[in-house]
């Protein structure tokens, strides 16, 4: 820290109670009371240095026998300040540092202590000393914070200005070009960067410096001194992230509510801030409501993990519905980089219906919504196999497809959710921006189970947020065996269930018929078995691959049957099977006593047994498209 010496007379005040004496062989004939402090003084030393002073105390030079006591409550810095500026009179050593001299700045202006009452004066002293200050750092952040204490002296005279734009053009620099002394280091650690180690010093490597290097020091600044710091080093050309960096780091030292939960920043070398006295929840609601006007309004450069904890916390402090609306805007503009645990907000109204503010999600999703309406990407839309093999790459809005049906499976489950409000949510995300519909059955699965009561009509409302032709094969076989469903949702989803295996199993044997016939240019499909023989020894991965693909068509119709006989069953006891064989006019054909089931190819076995595999063809002749029959 920056000191200055003045004067070179030993020390001649002492303290006497709450009067301060000095020494100095004479008797005091002025007596100056500065709050519940007196000094008993003399008139020559502080006359000759002081315009105030000489005015005063002219003022009782008529009346010899009255004593002259004069009063200065009001002075800027109280009785410490006054201490310094007598002794500064009196010639006495004292030190000026950044901790004292903004204070004796403004005491030195009020007592017009200026160079025409003396050649190298209060003022000047004190002016020349705030310019070396300012070039330092920490003790323009010591002077700034000192301001405080004398604010309105110090705000006439720009010292705080002067400090700001100090500490925002340190700020914004790169402090690996300039050797601008900063705070951080340990206690083990010199200032000519050697580390003492048992009293001795030893060399050190010097600490790389990373872009918040300033973030702790400007936190313990008040919230008006900072806000006027953040906005004058916003105006540089400073990173945006680097403004929402310090703006994080302050708002979770000062705001108890935001500090409690984890982290924002990976990495950060923040720690938590034990607070001795929490503050009040007024002064934290006019905190939050002040920084979230100072973050950048640059999309991404504040994370929507802090967003989202500071919206959570905004609706506990009951801040402004301005500050809300802000907070949720920025929220939507990236809800893609959104974490499912943190959109999870409790429900903090008076009457409190659901256990989670849905609303407050649905007002997010729809400016997200608005924001992206343009936005179609072409490449959404992807096949089952690509979905499966992770090979597509998810946009935003597939992101926040996700997002909302994890969201709508975790609040599916509270019985107050209404079902409008599901639907609404639901509904938001286009058909395009769900590849696969897993996500949202399963939260319609679940809230059908949470709500039993609901009717026929509102179960076949809600399952028409789904399509059963964008099921995976999992979510297929569950909901066909789903007694929550209405039956024509299950209908529906066996129906294309039987379109997709037919779809696979012509595909599979259109692959081996133009096998069999590049190797065979006679066009006999029969293979002998030596023939056969050869032909699995230079295909067997082929025939392995229709292997597999007929014993997963054998147990899928196994399945399927098993469930038409479910189905049959119910439709006989509610008597409505015509009804919905008219909507589906399709067939499910029992293969239990026309289909052999082929067994897995064994490597082991003799190749001779694949040829009744080969010989397979599909049967288009009987007018049923897509119908798969196996012939040996």
Partial sequence: MACMKLGSKSEVFHLDGQTWLCSSGLPSDVIIEVGEWSFHLHKFPLLSRSGVLENLIAEFSGEAEKKCVLQFHDIPGGAKAFLLVAKFCYGVKIDLTASNVV???CAAEYLRMSDEYGEGNLITQTENFLNEVFGNWTDSIRALETCEEVLPHAEELHIVSRC???????????PSLFSWPMSGRTDGQSPGGTTLWNGIGVSSKPQPVTEDWW?????????PLYKRLILAVGMSSIKQESIAGSIIHYAKRHLPLLGRQSSFQNGSRVEPVSIISAPSEEF???????????IPDKKGVAPTKFLLRLLRTSLKLQASQSCR??????IGSQLDQAALEDLLIPNMGYSVETLYDIDCVQRILDHFMLINHDTIDSNCITDEGQLI????SLTPMTMVANLVDGYLSEVAPDVNLKLPKFQSLASAIPDYARPLDDGIYRAIDIFLKAHPWLTDSEREQICRLMDCQKLSLEASTHAAQNERLPLRVIVQVLFFEQLRLRTSIAGWFFVSDNLDNSQNPSGNLALTRNDGHAQAQNSQDSIVAVDNMRERVSDLEKECMSMKQEIEKLVKAKGSWNIFSKKFPFRLKSRSSGLKVPKTCNPKESPSSTAPLMNAKVNQSNGNSGDAIFQS
């Fill in 103 to 105: 204070s004796l700045r």
């Fill in 164 to 174: 700001i734009n100090s500490l925002a053009m340190k700020a914004c620099a790169d």
């Fill in 215 to 223: 973030y702790e020091d400007v936190s313990f600044l008040r919230l």
């Fill in 284 to 294: 934290q609601r006019t905190l939050l409501e002040e920084l979230v006007e100072l």
């Fill in 325 to 330: 609306e802000i907070l949720e805007k920025r």
């Fill in 389 to 392: 093999g992770g090979s597509h």
